[in-house]
Nanobody, 121 residues
């Protein structure tokens, strides 16, 4: 019913920047929030940042606070993650996450396919 398309990953040197984009499409009644998670080799998936659909509330992992900024483009059901001052420790597969309500007000969670971010000199 809902599909997420991610883009923006790649290889960047330490201190560089990347911007990730996630767009949700399909049958969507209401988006509760959108966010990004990441998973590095040998580690569990962890929350990076989330934002409510209105943009009124954001939440960041301590490790990225001050360097990453999440924003939303409501008209396109899109979440952006601007990543600045990237560190090798940021290397991971980044996954978009979207929480929605359907017409019956049931709660659903969807995941993107993941995009690789590699920070290396």
């Amino acid at each position: 019913q809902v599909q997420l398309v991610e883009s923006g990953g790649g290889l960047v040197q330490p201190g560089g920047s990347l911007r990730l984009s996630c767009t949700a499409s399909g049958t969507i009644f209401s988006i509760v929030h959108m966010g990004w998670y990441r998973q590095a080799p040998g580690k569990e998936r962890e929350l990076v940042a989330t934002i409510t659909s209105s943009g009124g509330n954001t939440n960041y992992a301590d490790s990225v606070k001050g360097r990453f900024t999440i924003s939303s483009v409501n008209a396109k059901n899109t979440a952006l993650l601007q990543m600045n001052s990237l560190k090798p420790e940021d290397t991971a597969v980044y996954y978009c996450n979207v929480a929605t309500r359907d017409s019956g007000w049931s709660y659903h969670i969807y995941w993107g396919q993941g995009t690789q971010v590699t920070v290396s000199s």
